[in-house]
């Protein structure tokens, strides 16, 4: 148990086993995730060395490896989660083997200190003074140690020694940074158990309260709808796309409760869940909005490419009968519109942008736009606070490893017939050279106020 106990304690394997999980992910970078046995088939058959391909049977193999080693779904893999465990089980133990002494170190009787071994410390000052009344003295070191900030302690055998310190618990630093791999992990694990990762193309005018998960392709039920309202895609003058965004609505019995303008970085949550801009598909189909404008009535109506539509309320038939493109960027549209009761017209639009026309003495508006379907990533990740406060808590135990040590200075008044002097020793675990600043300007404030 002894022999168990010290191998899972060892700094030594934590070091490799952070070399393997840092070897490996990089065959989790380099080989895409979660496709099919075929497509690392064709993967790996493309692969050139010296301009040859390894072609399908190499291609094969390596996609049997692949697969058999479960790297192409490494971060859900078996052995994945065994270095996990093993990282986690010797951060426990490796804790709770230090922190005892540690906490001994924190606690420690520090005025027990002998002379002798004072002595010894490489880092000490003497500070000699007329005045010969230890009382005063000491009452003095006191006031001054501590109004610079220095936590003081009087020994009650010894009156002429006087201990001071500063950040004791600093020691504990490390174990926070191990406490908050811990809590990351715990964060990762809430989210896999109770979370998904799902996506769902949604055409624009459509709703849905279902999304489809990414890990098995299983349909998923929100538990409300959401809504495309819109889909709006920008281009460079060069006609590649610039940016996209959708309008979102959230239904909850058939009542909308949210409205939200997404794209990417700037994404939708609600209830926990969470719907990223990710892609876009474009449509043959249109979208037209039309207005009667003494009517005052208003029909958004999806139209299907060449197709005659009728509407209603206006008393109109109107279709999308051409279209020009520049480039990928659609240019323009031709619109047949009639009344029934009067020749057809036809005239040309551009996308996006609102058309007035006429029939007879009545006048209308037209808005005609290409139809897309929004490509929504939706996550739900219950761990992801966790995750944040252990990020937090990492932050914490960083900052005081690095920039923060437990500083010690002890004061000893010695009298020698009339002469008197302050003789100061001091000792930190880390930044030695730091804390030497720090010591010496403290005995310079000490030897200005105290012989003023």
Not at 186 to 198: Q, T, Y
Not at 276 to 289: G, I, K, N, R
Not at 345 to 356: A, G, L, R
Request: positive net charge.
């Amino acid at each position: 148990m002894n022999s168990l106990w010290n191998f899972f304690a060892s700094v030594r394997l934590a070091i490799v086993i952070l070399c393997i999980i840092a070897f490996t992910s990089i065959f989790g970078t380099l080989i895409p995730q979660g496709n099919s046995f075929e497509w690392y088939v064709n993967f790996f058959s493309h692969i050139s060395f010296s301009g040859t391909p390894l072609g399908p049977d190499t291609g094969q193999r390596f996609a049997v490896i692949t697969t058999l080693l479960d790297i192409d779904k490494m971060y859900s893999s078996w052995w994945y989660y065994l270095f996990l465990t093993i990282l986690i089980i010797n951060l426990i133990v490796c804790s709770i083997d230090r922190i005892p002494t540690v906490l001994k170190q924190i606690k420690m009787d520090n005025l027990s200190f002998t002379q002798a071994r004072l002595d010894k410390m490489k880092l000490n000052r003497q500070i000699s003074l007329q005045n010969t009344d230890t009382q005063s003295i000491m009452s003095s070191l006191e006031t001054i140690v501590s109004s610079l900030g220095w936590k003081t302690q009087k020994s009650p055998t010894n009156q002429a020694m006087l201990f001071s310190e500063k950040s004791p618990w600093s020691r504990m630093g490390v174990y926070i940074v191990h406490l908050s791999i811990l809590v990351i992990f715990a964060g990762a694990l809430i989210g896999n158990l109770l979370g998904f990762k799902a996506s769902v193309m949604l055409p624009e005018t459509r709703q849905t309260d279902i999304v489809y998960s990414t890990k098995d392709s299983s349909a998923v039920n929100l538990g409300f709808t959401v809504r495309c309202d819109s889909f709006t895609l920008e281009y460079y003058d060069n006609g590649m796309p610039k940016e996209y965004m959708s309008e979102l609505t959230v239904l909850e019995n058939g009542k909308e409760v949210k409205k939200a303008h997404i794209e990417v970085n700037k994404p939708l949550r609600y209830n926990g869940i969470t719907f990223y801009q990710a892609s876009y598909e474009p449509y043959q189909d249109f979208v037209v909005t039309l207005k009667d404008i003494q009517q005052s009535v208003t029909t958004k109506l999806l139209t299907p490419f060449q197709q005659q539509i009728k509407w209603p309320e206006g008393n109109l038939s109107y279709g999308v009968i051409n279209a020009d493109s520049i480039q990928n960027r659609l240019a323009r549209m031709k619109i047949w519109v009639s009344d029934s009761a009067n020749p057809p017209q036809t005239f040309w639009v551009k996308p996006n942008e609102e058309t007035p026309f006429q029939i007879n003495d009545k006048k209308y508006t037209i808005y005609v736009k290409q139809m897309f379907a929004t490509g929504l990533q939706v996550a739900q990740d219950p761990g992801v606070w966790v995750v944040y406060l252990g990020c937090l808590l990492m932050l914490v135990g960083l900052y005081v490893s690095f920039f923060m040590s437990h500083r010690k200075i002890w004061f000893v008044v010695k009298n020698s017939g009339s002469a008197t002097s302050i003789i100061m020793y001091g000792t930190t675990n880390k930044n030695k050279m730091g804390f030497t600043t720090v010591f010496q300007s403290l005995a310079d404030n000490i030897e200005q106020q105290i012989t003023a």
